[in-house]
């Protein structure tokens, strides 16, 4: 491992750090980035405690071609189907969302709307996608908080594209008309009077 290392370091920096709890241990992974004047490697160092004691667990260092901020910034160059195929589904998602909170908003619904504006915001089960890898991986039991489409990062890390199932505005769209109907006023008949009696 010391023959990767071409020469002394222009910068060193912490890009990850973890630890992992359990009821008798500890264990903790911390990634370090150091650059060079053409090259940058990772090294990896996993670290447990247990009863007072501290045991390198696991140790490796790994060269790259760019620095983990290049690697896992944001762009659309060089990407595949995959982020591709998120990237659609969340413009999608938002659109749909988008399109269902306004006609909710421009229609006569009486002291309804409100539940439904709410209800609208409100997905289940996340799907992420990792915007550097393209791995996507589903949360069945998850519940959006407030928009079915966000976006995280870490200090160093990859972004995260999380997409909800938008199941309030699916549900809204599909029975609106109805509940457009439900508040519409009765129907006036006109009285037609009595019978007209024929002369004797």
């Avoid at 992974?29 to 996993?46: G, K, N």
């Avoid at 988008?98 to 709307?113: D, E, N, P, Q, T």
């Avoid at 995260?160 to 699916?170: W, Y």
């Amino acid at each position: 491992m010391s023959r990767l290392f071409p020469s002394k370091p222009i910068s060193v920096k912490t890009v990850e750090a973890s630890t992992i709890r359990s009821p008798d241990s500890r264990t903790t992974s911390i990634t370090v980035e150091y650059e060079f004047a053409r090259s940058w490697l990772l090294a990896q160092v996993v670290i447990r405690s247990e009863d007072g004691r501290k045991t390198i667990t696991g140790f490796s260092v790994n060269p790259t071609a760019e620095s983990v901020e290049v690697m896992n910034e944001f762009t659309l160059d060089d990407k595949g189907v995959s982020q591709y195929a998120g990237l659609f589904l969340a413009l999608w998602v938002a659109t749909l969302t988008l399109y269902a909170f306004v006609l909710c908003i421009r229609m006569k619904i009486g002291k309804k709307k409100w539940v439904w504006l709410a209800a609208i915001l409100v997905g289940v089960g996340r799907l992420t996608v990792n915007w550097t890898t393209g791995e996507w991986l589903f949360t069945p039991l998850a519940l959006n908080t407030p928009l079915p489409v966000s976006a995280t990062c870490s200090a160093y890390g990859p972004w995260m594209l999380h997409i909800f199932s938008p199941i309030g505005a699916i549900a809204f769209l599909r029975i609106r008309k109805g509940l457009a109907s439900e508040t519409l006023p009765p129907s006036i008949v006109p009285d037609p009077g009595p019978p007209n009696e024929g002369s004797a």
